[in-house]
């Protein structure tokens, strides 16, 4: 079992519309959560980290289920410059790494 | 903000050649830097981890003699790919961790190596 999953897409959406990811990770001690941003053939951006109590950033929304080893990431109003791949990562307990997921493509179309 | 350089941005070199990556740290003093490979539409994997001053950790099933990283000062890491191979044609990522920082990790913009 990979260590963190996510749908691959893509998820193809009309602008505007609100959209919604999900990851789950396997290892339950697990201590850090994020989202990251990747455009085609350029290196990942920090979208936004993930806190228990769920977060959220302008049209960004992040939320973690521990129990499930859940994370998920909702878009509303999806806009043409979001077309980007989203990816899940994990930071388990007692490391600085971060593990990636393989991440969800959207494509937002006019 | 902080960021991270890589040179070179693209690479083509023939098989049995050597070549280096080097990743700067341009406005911070980075006591981790990390290096990631991502082939197509796969989740980028981390290599290896290191650290300025000693010697890097390498990840289960990367060959230390094959990636060879160096950690010389602060702000520069460099990945040495010996005797590429045509599996080794990715793109290849680093990212650097500020003095103090505990998980952010600033990466640098890549470089997509092919192999012939």
């Known amino acids: 079992r990979k260590e963190v999953e996510q749908d691959p897409g893509p998820f193809n959406v009309p602008e505007g519309a609100t959209v919604a990811f999900n990851c789950t990770y396997s290892n339950s001690a697990s201590q850090s959560f994020f989202w990251y941003r990747q455009d085609c053939r350029k290196e990942p951006k920090l979208l936004m980290s993930?806190?228990?109590s769920g977060n959220e950033d302008g049209r960004f929304t992040a939320q973690l289920n521990r129990a499930s080893q859940y994370i998920s990431l909702l878009i509303r109003d999806s806009k043409l410059s979001d077309s980007a791949t989203y990816l899940c990562?994990?930071?388990?307990?007692?490391?600085?790494?971060?593990?990636f997921g393989t991440g969800t493509r959207l494509q937002v179309f006019p | 903000g902080a960021v991270v350089s890589q040179h070179p941005s693209r690479v083509i070199c023939k098989s049995g050649t050597s070549v280096k990556i080097e990743c700067r740290s341009l406005d911070f003093q980075a006591t981790t830097m990390f290096w990631y490979r991502q082939f197509p539409k796969k989740s980028l994997m981390l290599m290896a981890t290191s650290n300025e001053g000693s010697k890097a950790t390498y990840e289960q099933g990367v060959e230390k003699d094959k990636f060879l990283i160096n950690h010389a000062s602060l702000t520069l890491s460099t990945l040495t790919v010996t005797s590429a191979h045509p599996e080794d044609s990715s793109f290849y990522i680093c990212s650097a961790r500020e003095i103090g920082q505990i998980y952010e990790q600033y990466f640098g913009p890549g470089t997509r190596l092919t192999v012939t």
């Open positions: 990562v994990v930071t388990p307990w007692n490391t600085d790494k971060l593990i």
């Open positions: 993930v806190y228990s």
